[in-house]
């Protein structure tokens, strides 16, 4: 099997996770417990085997390659096999090189194996003890007894059990410092930065993705900004270097990316895909159309941030993506080939408040077919979009979909100009906390420049990317408990702590992320050294009565 570079890193983490959370299992099923593969000193035995075997998690992606039949079971147990002997192969290496735990290591290992049985008796004897034990050390020791009594019904004991969470937790530990300390001399530079930044910034970059990416990154779900953003505005000529992609893209005067938000009126119900006159189920709603007479009736003389301001109160707006913070400077964004990213009708009064009546929908991709059974593409659908000017000129569209009415704005933040005219986020090269300038500015990752102008307005867009997701819901629930209700307000001030994103620390991020690259191909040439010159031994016709499934 042709080694992952990332396989080595990780599996030994994936073997303590599967030991651990099968351990009883097996020491429980296969008291002959041959060696099935020797690698240099190290002796692998069949349970070690079989709990990798039947290991049915996500951990395991040759079970899913397996369950979706990529693999056939034959393939399957080879490439189990494979691992062990590589986790051998480290395990090996850990002696040779004389890899220790000093003394703070060995008391995180402590630690960690009276967490990992912890957790082990949370999941499986909790809701075995009596009910009315609530005190957290007397559930502890009850949970206790029961897996005791387990074990020992088994014919094992407690201490049995416990030595092998441990041996098991710290060969993982001594695996995770034999890579540490066989990466420790490998650096970053800038210039491996910009090689990190020119293989990874255009990789796949499609509007759908780029979307999906930005969302997560400004609402803090995910810590990687998207690098680049597509243009599908501006004419792309074909790259000679990439003879195997067609790349060139006539110019798109509607490719453009923006943002908008807007105020949701929600349905007492959804209307459903049967009801064509949405007005008309609207009018039905004499709340809701209270509501919004006396929003069109405020709208000419609103201005910008007023009706913002709605958009995002709870008590105006029933869109609870609007109160997130993140939402309410970056909006949602949108771009012609987005439009079916949100509740039909949406998409198409935003792009008409962006474009004007000019612009049309696109021909669907699907098609109909005619009473001459000719296929022809089928027509764009088209809804009715109502105009409002604010005060201060913004304009307002109001569309009806299933969810209710929307009044949209543009938004006013410009979210987008992190990123260049080529399309890419402007990054700026760092020399420990001082920028990298010449000439021309500051350098930028992609080889390009930006003003400090710019990088101080990236850096105020930025203070925007938040992780809170307060909604006014939050506040209601009720909590007869003070103490309980201090706790929680304890615990909610901490998780609402802003995350800080800066230029630096995406610049940091990219530099890490480079770095884990450059040390997984470092210590894979290493392993691949060892496994090379290690003598290996496997005993595969011990295996072929075990390899079942289940």
Same mark, same amino acid.
């Given at each position: ?43 692998? %035995? ?10 049915? $998690? ?12 990529? &693999? ?8 189990? @096999?494979?691992?062990? #002997? ?12 004389? &890899? ?32 009315? =034990? ?15 009594? $387990? @074990? ?22 001594? &695996? ?53 953003? +597509? ?12 003879? %195997?992609?067609?790349?060139?893209? +006539? ?8 943002? #908008? ?11 459903? %895909?049967?009801?064509?006159? /949405? ?19 405020? /709208? +000419? ?55 004007? *009546? ?5 021909? %669907? ?11 022809? +593409? ?13 005060? $201060?000129?913004?304009? #307002?569209?109001? #569309? ?7 009044? =949209? ?45 710019? /990088?101080?307005?990236?850096?105020? =867009? ?28 304890? $615990?909610?001030?901490?998780? *609402?702590?802003?995350? =800080? ?7 940091? !991020? ?11 191909? !470092?210590?894979? !040439? ?25």
């Amino acid at each position: 099997m042709k080694l992952n570079k990332t396989i080595v890193r990780i599996l030994a983490v994936v073997m303590t996770v599967a030991m651990c959370a099968s351990l009883f299992g097996c020491m429980s099923s296969y008291r002959n417990n041959p060696v099935v593969a020797k690698v240099g000193d190290v002796k692998l %035995d069949l349970n070690q085997y079989l709990t990798l075997y039947n290991n049915t $998690d996500s951990n395991n992606m040759y079970y899913t390659y397996l369950q979706y039949g990529i &693999i056939d079971r034959a393939q399957y147990a080879q490439y189990i @096999l494979d691992d062990l #002997v590589n986790y051998g192969v480290q395990l090996n290496q850990v002696g040779v090189q004389n &890899i220790t735990l000093d003394e703070a290591e060995e008391e995180e290992l402590k630690s960690k194996v009276d967490d990992q049985i912890k957790s082990y008796l949370d999941t499986n004897y909790a809701s075995k003890i009596d009910s009315a =034990i609530t005190d957290a050390a007397e559930k502890y020791n009850a949970e206790l007894e029961l897996l005791k009594k $387990d @074990l020992t019904d088994n014919g094992n004991s407690f201490e049995n059990y416990r030595k092998n969470v441990e041996d098991s937790i710290r060969n993982t530990m001594l &695996i995770s410092k034999l890579h540490d300390v066989n990466v420790a001399d490998v650096t970053v530079s800038n210039d491996d930065v910009k090689t990190y930044f020119k293989d990874n910034a255009k990789t796949d970059v499609t509007p759908t993705n780029f979307n999906t990416a930005f969302s997560n990154f400004v609402t803090a779900q995910s810590e990687t900004a998207p690098l680049y953003m +597509p243009h599908p505005e501006r004419a792309v000529e074909d790259d000679p270097e990439t003879t %195997d992609v067609v790349e060139t893209m +006539p110019a798109n005067p509607y490719g453009e990316f923006f943002s #908008v938000q807007h105020d949701l009126m929600k349905f007492k119900t959804e209307a459903g %895909d049967g009801v064509t006159d /949405l007005a008309a189920y609207a009018a039905d709603d004499a709340d809701l159309v209270k509501r919004m007479e006396d929003l069109e009736a405020e /709208l +000419p003389n609103m201005t910008t941030q007023q009706f913002l301001e709605k958009c995002h109160n709870s008590e105006t707006c029933d869109d609870p993506g609007m109160l997130r913070p993140a939402n309410q400077y970056f909006g949602y964004m949108m771009q012609e080939s987005l439009i079916d990213s949100y509740f039909k009708g949406f998409g198409y009064a935003a792009m008409k408040l962006k474009f004007g *009546e000019e612009w049309e929908p696109k021909a %669907d991709t699907e098609t109909k077919t005619d009473e001459s059974s000719e296929s022809t +593409p089928a027509e764009p659908e088209k809804y009715d979009v109502q105009y409002f000017t604010l005060s $201060d000129g913004a304009k #307002v569209a109001k #569309v009806f979909t299933t969810s209710g009415v929307h009044y =949209i704005i543009i938004n006013p933040n410009d979210c987008f100009s992190m990123y260049d005219d080529d399309g890419y986020l402007m990054v700026p090269l760092y020399d420990g906390d001082q920028l990298v300038t010449d000439a021309e500015g500051i350098v930028t990752a992609n080889g390009g420049h930006m003003t400090q102008e710019q /990088l101080d307005a990236v850096n105020e =867009i930025l203070t925007n990317v938040s992780d809170k997701a307060k909604v006014e819901e939050d506040n209601t629930e009720e909590n007869t408990d003070d103490t309980a209700a201090d706790d929680k307000k304890d $615990d909610d001030e901490e998780a *609402e702590e802003p995350k =800080i994103v800066t230029l630096k620390s995406i610049y940091d !991020a990219c530099r890490e992320a480079k770095l884990t690259a450059m040390q997984s191909e !470092a210590f894979t !040439a290493k392993f691949n050294e060892w496994k090379e010159n290690t003598k290996i031994v496997t005993h595969k016709n011990l295996l072929k009565s075990f390899q079942q499934l289940g």
